[in-house]
């Protein structure tokens, strides 16, 4: 089949959860269909490489995309705006065009798109669509909402009725695209059930994110045998990372070193903003950028991820278990793996609890041994980016027929 692409980001490099996601997906569907890729860029990044993306793509096309909303006078706009603060920030006419003129131009079998709020920029068109949901957008914006304190001002006002007023907004157009879609592909049975729940007889797949077991795997690194390195992993664009090492700065790491002394937390990711920066400390480093996360991975006794916002698989958690590193998680942290408690890592949403685990784990190597050889077997049979792909491959092919 000769498949349209369209995602809010390049596909290449993979830096992101959502750029690893989609360029494993095109490498690997590429063996048997014809991919074209449409994606964004912001105006404040530089122009990528495109060599290796165009190894796996018929055709690539980056489209410049407005730099994210900051002031005031824009976060107002929104306000009045119809579509929530994410829509706008990638409703682009210059985009619903060029899409418009490759449709006209090109035949194609099935349009992908990544994330509901690109959604408005496809032109009407008779070719199915098959709009694949990272996350429910809405529910990271509702949670947000009700976490924000009413004293968080921008400068003189809250932006907690804002917030609401956006995520209201989300859960409308989410669901209107849900609707428009040919059929939508959700990251997990959780989510899909929600999507369901909330429009009844849905044709929801699932598609969950994967990992690349084989390169995880590889040992390249060797730990210090006297450490005791807790890790946590995760992009700080996202509002559930930011939450989370909050979460784990200030409530369950001093629990940790009342129990462990020596122990060190090392926190990486992206992005991480001015406050996370502040975390670090003679037994706190933050890093920005390391040139091989599977140094992280390798050299960290065990990964703990306090997320308590909901919506699709975290990468963390699949490359954790893939580099056969014991994982400590909430409920919702572990949601979509299928992971059992206790079998295939460590699981509560009690700060003292996942305290007590994580030091646990680190003082009995036969529990982490058992625990990481269990996860790792779980993500090469369910998870791996061949075991992904073939199962999308197999809902390109009922979206198609049922047009």
Known sequence: MRIL??????????????QTRTFNLIKNLSRKHEITSFSFLRTDQKEPDLAELRKYCQKVEIFRRHKSFSSAGKIIKTGFSLYPYLVNMYLDRKVQEGIARELNQT?????????????????????????????IEYLVYQHYAETSPWWHFYPLWSLKPLLYIDS???????????????????????????????????????VPNGVDTLFFSQRLYRP???????????????????????????????????????ARLW??????????????????????????IRSAYQ????????????????????????SRLPVVATQIGIEGIGA????????????????????????????????????????????????????????????????
């Not at 664009?237 to 129990?259: D, G, M, S």
């Not at 206790?342 to 699981?347: E, N, T, W």
């Not at 197999?394 to 027929?401: D, G, H, K, S």
């Open 224 to 262: 210090d045998a006297k450490a005791r390195t807790f890790l946590f992993v995760g992009n700080f664009n996202w509002l559930q990372n930011r939450e989370a090492v909050a979460i784990l700065v200030k409530e369950i790491w001093p629990r940790i070193k009342k129990q462990m002394a020596d």
């Open 299 to 322: 050299t960290s006794q065990v990964l703990l991820a306090p997320l308590f916002g909901g919506g699709g698989t975290r990468y963390k958690i699949l490359e954790s278990m893939a």
């Open 168 to 206: 209201v907004k989300h859960k409308y157009w989410e669901q209107y695209y849900w609707r428009k879609a040919k059929k939508v592909a959700a990251m997990s049975e959780a989510d899909q059930k929600k999507m369901t729940d909330l429009v009844p007889g849905l044709n929801v797949g699932i």
């Open 340 to 403: 059992i408690n206790k079998v295939h890592a460590l699981i509560s949403n009690d700060p003292d609890e996942l305290a007590a685990m994580a030091v646990e784990v680190i003082r009995n190597r036969k529990l982490a041994g058992r625990i990481s050889r269990e996860a790792y077997e779980l993500v090469a049979r369910d998870f791996d980016w061949e075991v992904i792909s073939s199962r999308l491959d197999n809902i390109y092919a009922e979206t198609a027929r049922r047009n």
């Open 107 to 135: 035949h194609y079998d099935l349009i992908h798109v990544e994330t509901y709020y690109i959604m408005p920029n496809l032109p009407a068109t008779p070719v199915p669509v098959l709009l694949a949901e990272q996350t």
């Open 5 to 18: 692409m369209f995602t809010p980001y390049v596909p290449y490099p993979p830096n992101s959860g959502g």
């Open 267 to 292: 926190i990486v990711g992206r992005s991480p903003t001015p406050e996370i920066k502040k975390f670090a400390s003679l037994d706190i480093r933050v890093s920005e950028d390391i040139e091989d």
